[in-house]
């Protein structure tokens, strides 16, 4: 048998669902329980766009830096170390935008949130499946702003690992943003222009979104852009703050690495493998260069490094130019003990083993007796007290 003479076809998605005794309609359930005019798409549209714009710039810069912590083997020998400021300049945007997406989330989610009183909860089973991704795209943005900002004041109240929860959570706030925005395109496009006359509580409540936006820019941005430093009241870091004027994220006392082995020595790895003494590497030509640590966490502060190139010391170990670098640092353990330098940085003439910090010899805090400072790379990877570099 078929059925191609029986009822009509009905799509699936299209089933209609029964709506809910009237009796449980009470509460923000009532006909008419929300009374603001702002409860509106055009409103809705306009922190929608803000909101979307930074979410995705978000995301987008976020992924750069996943990437450049842990390049896949396809992309690893292609990463640039330019322009010097390259990650400074995305991780910062990484953060603000991040930070601002919080009061625009804030009011995006005031202006829609009745719509989470809908009656009936469920028209159809398209309706709940929409329902359902505007739940994991308010959950998943929700979690992956509060994950992201307490990883920027290095707190972590929760048992699994951050930076995958973080990109994956981020998977699954785009995936949402970007199935929300197709879905609402024609309603989007409907108010996307202004209409004469404008809502003045409208206006109003924009003007109050924006001033909350700019606020909390101001007063953390200057954890990264120098002109700001002035107002970062709320940023985690000062970046002017801390010994050798840089602040510290692991300090040697937490590494176990205040002072120095007395044997120590750099181990080069490679064709011709040696070791250096203190001497020996101060008897080597010496390099300066200003470049920044631009931390993930959101801070960046330049200085001036001093010491002796990478490139050097790999080709004295006989390493061709298309050599990458393991670094391995004097730290008993922690997740940075050990990284990966691409190729592009290891012959880049301003990637140095920095000896010297701002003039000084470093400080422990720094990575004494010696630390990686390299262009255009998250600061997890400019490892400090170095005791080996092996040419891959
Ligand atoms: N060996 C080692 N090097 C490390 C770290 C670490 O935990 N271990 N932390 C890194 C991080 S997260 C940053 S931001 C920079 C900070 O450098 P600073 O303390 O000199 O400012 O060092 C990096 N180098
Ligand atoms: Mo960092």
Same mark, same amino acid.
């Given at each position: 048998?078929?059925?191609?003479?029986?009822?009509?076809?009905?799509?699936? %998605?299209?089933?209609?669902?029964?709506?809910?005794?009237?009796?449980?309609?009470?509460?923000?359930?009532?006909?008419?329980?929300?009374?603001?005019?702002?409860?509106?798409?055009?409103?809705?549209?306009?922190?929608?766009?803000?909101?979307?714009?930074?979410?995705?710039?978000?995301?987008?810069?976020?992924?750069?830096?996943?990437?450049? #912590?842990?390049?896949?083997?396809?992309?690893?020998?292609?990463?640039?170390?330019?322009?010097?400021?390259?990650?400074?300049?995305? #991780?910062?945007? @990484?953060?603000?935008?991040?930070?601002?997406?919080?009061?625009?989330?804030?009011?995006?989610?005031?202006?829609? %949130? &009745?719509?989470?009183?809908?009656?009936?909860?469920? !028209?159809?089973?398209?309706?709940?499946?929409? !329902?359902?991704?505007?739940?994991?795209?308010?959950?998943?943005?929700?979690?992956?702003?509060?994950?992201?900002?307490?990883?920027?004041?290095?707190?972590?109240?929760?048992?699994?690992?951050?930076? #995958?929860?973080?990109?994956?959570?981020?998977?699954?706030?785009?995936?949402?943003?970007? =199935?929300?925005?197709? +879905?609402?395109?024609?309603?989007?496009?409907?108010?996307?222009? !202004?209409?004469? /006359?404008?809502?003045? #509580?409208?206006?109003?409540? =924009?003007?109050?979104?924006?001033?909350?936006?700019?606020? +909390?820019?101001?007063?953390?941005?200057?954890?990264?852009?120098?002109?700001? !430093?002035?107002?970062?009241?709320?940023?985690?870091?000062?970046?002017?703050? $801390? /010994?050798?004027?840089? /602040?510290?994220?692991?300090?040697?006392?937490?590494?176990?690495?205040?002072?120095?082995?007395?044997?120590?020595?750099?181990?080069?790895?490679?064709?011709?493998? %040696?070791?250096?003494?203190?001497?020996?590497?101060?008897?080597? &030509?010496? %390099?300066?260069? *200003?470049? &920044?640590?631009?931390?993930? *966490?959101?801070?960046?502060?330049?200085?001036?490094?001093?010491?002796?190139?990478?490139?050097?010391?790999?080709?004295?170990?006989?390493?061709?130019?298309?050599?990458?670098?393991?670094?391995?640092?004097?730290?008993?353990?922690?997740?940075?003990?050990?990284?990966?330098? /691409?190729?592009?940085?290891?012959?880049?003439?301003?990637?140095?083993?920095?000896?010297?910090?701002?003039?000084?010899?470093?400080?422990?805090?720094?990575? @004494?007796?010696?630390?990686?400072?390299?262009?255009?790379?998250? $600061?997890?990877?400019?490892?400090?007290?170095?005791?080996?570099?092996?040419?891959?």
């Amino acid at each position: 048998m078929d059925d191609e003479h029986s009822a009509p076809h009905r799509r699936p %998605y299209a089933l209609p669902l029964p709506t809910p005794p009237e009796v449980l309609r009470r509460g923000p359930l009532r006909e008419g329980a929300f009374s603001s005019a702002l409860h509106e798409p055009r409103t809705a549209v306009v922190t929608g766009r803000l909101l979307g714009a930074a979410l995705l710039t978000c995301f987008l810069t976020g992924l750069l830096s996943h990437l450049l #912590q842990e390049p896949p083997t396809w992309l690893r020998d292609h990463l640039p170390s330019r322009p010097v400021d390259g990650y400074r300049v995305t #991780q910062g945007l @990484h953060v603000i935008t991040g930070i601002a997406a919080v009061p625009l989330l804030g009011a995006k989610l005031w202006t829609v %949130y &009745p719509r989470l009183f809908e009656w009936p909860p469920a !028209r159809s089973v398209a309706h709940a499946l929409e !329902r359902l991704g505007i739940a994991v795209l308010v959950g998943s943005t929700l979690l992956e702003l509060f994950t992201g900002l307490l990883n920027t004041l290095q707190w972590y109240p929760w048992p699994f690992p951050f930076r #995958q929860t973080h990109f994956w959570l981020g998977w699954l706030a785009v995936g949402g943003l970007l =199935l929300h925005i197709a +879905v609402k395109a024609p309603l989007t496009a409907r108010h996307w222009r !202004r209409r004469r /006359p404008g809502l003045a #509580q409208r206006r109003a409540f =924009l003007g109050a979104v924006t001033a909350s936006v700019a606020v +909390v820019t101001l007063t953390t941005a200057g954890q990264t852009v120098p002109r700001l !430093r002035a107002l970062t009241l709320f940023a985690p870091r000062r970046p002017d703050i $801390g /010994p050798q004027g840089l /602040p510290v994220n692991r300090t040697a006392a937490q590494a176990g690495t205040g002072t120095t082995p007395a044997g120590w020595r750099l181990t080069v790895h490679g064709p011709r493998p %040696y070791e250096l003494t203190m001497d020996d590497l101060l008897a080597m &030509p010496q %390099y300066e260069a *200003e470049l &920044p640590i631009a931390c993930v *966490e959101g801070w960046s502060a330049s200085a001036r490094w001093g010491g002796v190139r990478v490139a050097d010391l790999l080709a004295r170990a006989g390493a061709p130019p298309t050599a990458r670098v393991r670094v391995t640092s004097l730290e008993a353990d922690g997740p940075y003990r050990v990284t990966e330098m /691409p190729a592009a940085h290891a012959r880049d003439p301003l990637t140095l083993l920095a000896l010297r910090v701002n003039g000084e010899t470093l400080l422990p805090d720094h990575g @004494h007796p010696a630390r990686i400072i390299a262009p255009n790379r998250p $600061g997890v990877l400019q490892t400090k007290w170095v005791t080996r570099l092996e040419a891959l």
